[in-house]
């Protein structure tokens, strides 16, 4: 079974970062739909915003995980 810990840049990092840039990414689908269904488009673009940043942070924990191996 893998480690759940690995240094990173010296400090002790585990894969909570990987689920709370899936939290974020899930956070903002719901802020999305709800924007769409209410007609709110300010609540719909901060949906597709938080998707992003969570699927970019998602892209840099891949990046380091393929420099780790």
Do not use: C, H, W
């Amino acid at each position: 079974m893998p480690s759940l810990r690995y240094k990173r840049n010296g400090v002790m990092v585990t894969n909570k970062d990987k689920a709370k840039n899936m939290a974020q990414v899930a956070k903002g689908e719901g802020e999305e739909v709800a924007g769409k269904t209410t007609g709110d488009d300010k609540l719909e673009a901060e949906g597709n915003a938080d998707q992003m940043k969570g699927n970019m942070k998602q892209a840099g924990e891949k990046i380091k995980d393929a420099f780790k191996k």
